[in-house]
Structure formats: C-alpha cells, structure tokens
C-alpha cells in the first residue's frame, strides 16, 4: 500500500455534500453510487482507492478482493460490524471511523427511549390518533430515584450517564476498560455484572457487538433482573439477544423495551417490533443533521489528510501506522524495516522467535510501530501478498513469526542521545543493531562484527561477509560493477570477527549476479532497502 497515492473515493450511501467537497478540494476524484447492489458495488470498487460508508454496505472478504487498489476504508459513524476487519488487515487495507461524529445523536436518542419508555409517550401518541382518550391505560413512572445500568461508558454511555443524572436517575454501570475512578468523575458507580442485574430499573448498551458482548442480555441474565426492568439497545443489534427479550416480555420479566436496532435490519420477524411494550425506530441513532454533517466531514478530513501525507486519525486496524506520517519517527520505521530484512536473509530463515530491543529513552514508545515494521521487513521478499504496517503483525503470526519487543533507557555511546534498535533472531548467532543518522538508517553491528564508521541501509545495497585478509573480493566487485556499468556509492566494513569481515556497499543499482563474486567469500546478498 503506497500511503500518499489515493486518487479516487467511492462514496457508496447517502452523505452530507460536504463530504465530497472536502474530498475533492483535497484533489481527489469522488463518485458517489448510494444504494448499490452486491453485484454493483463488486464492479465500482475495482479501480478505487477508497470507499467511504456508513452502515448500510457490508465491506464483506469478496468485496476486498475485487478492490484491486483499495487502500482505504472509510466509515462515517462508529460501528464497523459492517466491515470485515480482519480481511481488510490480510490485505493492508486500512479501515477508519469517525468516534466522535454521532455521539451525541445517539445518545440524545437514548436519552429520549428512556423517557418514552417511562412515559409511554408512542403508544399514547398512536392512541389518539386512533381517536382515543385512554388516560388510565398509559400510567407511566417518574425517573427520579431510578437506577439506570450503563453497560459501555465510552463516548455514547458517558453521554447518556450525565443526561439522565439531571432526571435524579442513580447511574451505576459496567465497562471492562474505563476504571472505576474515572466513571466516578462522569458519576458513574462500577460495579460486576453479577451486581448490577437485580439492582437496576433501566438497561441501557453502549458497548459494540463483539462475541463476548453478542447476548450480553439473555435468558439467564433476564432472570437475574429486578421484574418489569426497562430494555434500551441503541447500539447494535444482538447484543440483546432478541429471544430472550420476547420471552421475558411475554412474561413480565421485562416490562419494556426501546430497540433502534436489530440483529437483522429490517427485521423480518415482527414479534418484537409489534409487542404493545415495545418501542422501535428503524436505527436512528445517527440520523441527525448535525451527526450526519460531523461524520461527512470528519471522514473525508481524515482520507484527505492521509492522501497528503499529513497524518492519520480515527484508525481502527492500523495504529502503528499512525506513527508512520511523523518526520521523526518515519526513518526509525525504515530502519526496522531493513533490520528486519537483513536479519531475515543473513539467518536465511523468517520462521521463529525475534526480539526487538529498543535502547535509549528517545525510543520508549517506538515499540509499538517498531514491531510491525520488523515483522513487515522480515516478511518482504516471501511469496506473501505486499507486507505494510497494516498486515505485517497478522502476516507474520501466520507466517510461524513471533516478535517481542523490550526497551532499555540506556544505550551505550556515541548513540545514547538518539537511540538504537537490536533485533535478534533467538535461537541464533544473528542479531542487528542499527540507529538513524540524521534522517538515515545505518547499521551498526551484525552478529557481533561492528561498523566503526556506520554503514547507510537505503536504495540497494551488497552486504558480504569474507575473511579478513583477502583482498580478491573488492577488486572482483570492482569488476563487476564495470560490466554492469554500475557505481560505488559507499563502502563500509566492519571489525574483524574469527578472522572474518562483514561489507556493506552502496550501489547505484542491483547487479544481475553474483556468480563472480561467491568464489571470494562466505556469504553475499543483495537488498533494495
């Protein structure tokens, strides 16, 4: 994936305008197809480098393999259940959402649920419509004194948690990542699962539908619920498991539910929809103006930014990737990618346990990119499809590849103020240590020998390994460069290590072969750094 490259954006469901005009005032070329069939989108994704959706189109394994140049996935909105993540990764596809853009819709939506679920505001409404004047029939209850469960306290549940505080609702909650102190700041009580069941009036989900949250509300849990608790899902749908939600109104176990979303969109079983205590908006959540124009915009801000080489925001799949597009981090990334490589084809294998070592304070928080960009470098050249920070961690797993990071604060001189990166292959005598000078990668040492005057890893390069004392192998390079009609760049040779050398030449370009030159020493390869 050529990051910087983005040229066309197809733009598969209905957006605010803005969306394409930021798009194309970033100079790139938008076609906007809403409502595409399978078949269709599977023919308009072939030439495009980005897809921007919301909910909708199901960015499915096919639909990434026929993307021939797709570089990025776009969602305007938070969920990605709609994309498969994991196909995009194999394939370096990047994948984006917009966290932030629909937050407050949804929420206020949630908000609005409970309300109509203690109030019986539809069902009202829809009966004096019909002509009707049913006081009696529709006894609600006030929220003051309610205990509401916020199950997820991001963004969304955060939201609702603040909100409902204002209608005296006690707010208590669950969340497996925000800590207990921070959910008190927002007034949020944490408690276990197993606590929060029989305490609670009001349910409401903020989490994304995940296997462990895919049923969080069943039939076990239902029971464990104080009789007539109220049920509101305006996440995704199935982490109510919907069964159980029936049988539990059917029972009186539950005694309402606001459903914005279902397991199956549109529903084609009713049942659910048509309970007189069941309340339900065909997924609404975002369907604000305002969210629609904060998502639109958010997401073409952020596909611009990447097409320009400004940076990267709202990644799902690709974190390290973010590090990528800062100017003093893009050379330590080069340099792990070549250490890598020269790791992989001195110890002539890319299966087994490799350590990153992160040495000097500078590089604290490198590991985090720095591991896929060795993974990815020890993976270029295979028979696997092309290797980036996106893929590199899932293809390297799958390649038998295991790399661990560690860090040290301390790296030895003249290297101490910018920092070193040693990878070893464990198991092995191979191990390369680099740093960056400037804004170049360069080696410092490999299997022990060490380079006085460091050695440049860029463009291609011939690294060699002979003994000491035999000059033949750079007069025969010399010779071969003059056939080939190409130039020494630089040359650089390390200590001397059980009497052999190592050598790393810089070239003007790859030689065709080096038949000529093996006679001469113990090992020779070419790479294009």
């Not at 076990?220 to 199935?238: D, E, I, L, M, P």
């Not at 390297?396 to 040290?408: D, P, R, Y």
């Not at 005598?429 to 040492?445: A, E, F, K, Y």
Request: net charge positive; hydrophobic share 40%.
């Amino acid at each position: 994936m050529a990051l910087g490259k983005l040229q066309k954006v197809l733009i598969s469901e209905s957006l605010d305008p803005c969306c394409r005009e930021i798009l194309q005032a970033g100079g790139l070329r938008v076609q906007e197809k809403p409502g595409l069939s399978k078949e269709e989108l599977l023919r308009e994704i072939r030439d495009c480098d980005g897809l921007i959706v919301r909910s909708a189109t199901k960015v499915t394994a096919e639909v990434l393999e026929a993307a021939e140049r797709l570089q990025v996935v776009g969602r305007a909105g938070t969920g990605v259940d709609n994309v498969d993540v994991e196909a995009a990764t194999r394939k370096g596809v990047l994948v984006m959402n917009t966290p932030t853009g629909n937050s407050l819709s949804a929420a206020e939506l949630t908000c609005g649920m409970i309300l109509c679920l203690a109030r019986q505001i539809p069902q009202a409404a829809a009966s004096m419509k019909e002509g009707k004047w049913d006081r009696k029939k529709y006894m609600g209850m006030e929220l003051n004194g309610k205990t509401l469960a916020v199950l997820g306290l991001g963004r969304i549940g955060r939201e609702v948690a603040t909100r409902m505080q204002a209608f005296g609702m006690k707010t208590i909650g669950y969340d497996p990542i925000i800590t207990p102190d921070v959910s008190a700041t927002f007034g949020v009580e944490q408690l276990p699962l197993e606590q929060i069941w029989p305490r609670c009036d009001f349910i409401t989900v903020h989490t994304p539908l995940l296997p462990s949250t895919t049923g969080l509300l069943n039939d076990s849990t239902f029971a464990k619920c104080r009789r007539g608790v109220q049920v509101v899902n305006c996440a995704r749908g199935g982490i109510v498991d919907e069964g159980a939600l029936l049988r539990a109104l059917q029972s009186g176990q539950c005694g309402g539910a606001a459903l914005d979303v279902f397991t199956q969109e549109p529903p084609k079983d009713r049942d659910l929809v048509n309970h007189p205590n069941v309340i339900s908006c065909p997924h609404l959540g975002a369907s604000t103006r305002e969210a629609q124009s904060r998502c639109g915009k958010e997401i073409a801000m952020q596909i611009v930014d990447m097409a320009t080489g400004k940076g990267l925001s709202g990644v799902v799949n690709g974190q390290a990737l973010s590090k990528a597009f800062a100017p003093q981090t893009k050379p330590w990334i080069s340099l792990a990618r070549a250490l890598g490589t020269v790791l992989c084809t001195a110890g002539k294998q890319v299966q087994g346990s490799v350590q990153v070592c992160t040495l000097g304070t500078p590089l604290k928080e490198a590991g985090s990119y720095l591991t896929p960009a060795v993974a990815a470098g020890m993976l270029a050249g295979g028979t696997q499809k092309e290797v980036t920070l996106v893929n590199a961690t899932l293809l390297a797993q799958e390649a038998g590849l295991k790399v661990t990071t560690t860090h040290s604060d301390v790296a030895p001189e003249p290297d101490s103020s910018t920092g070193l990166v040693q990878v070893s292959l464990q198991g092995s005598p191979h191990q390369v240590t680099g740093t960056v000078q400037g804004s170049t990668p360069v080696l410092r040492q490999i299997n022990g020998a060490t380079f006085k005057q460091p050695a440049p890893l860029c463009g291609p390069v011939l690294i060699y390994r002979a003994k000491a004392s035999n000059c033949s192998a750079l007069a025969t390079l010399a010779g071969l460069l003059s056939k080939a009609g190409a130039q020494l760049l630089s040359y650089h040779s390390s200590s001397t290590v059980a009497g052999e050398q190592w050598s790393v030449v810089g070239l003007s370009a790859p030689l065709s072969s080096l038949g000529e030159l093996k006679p001469h020493v113990t090992e020779a390869f070419q790479l294009h750094l």
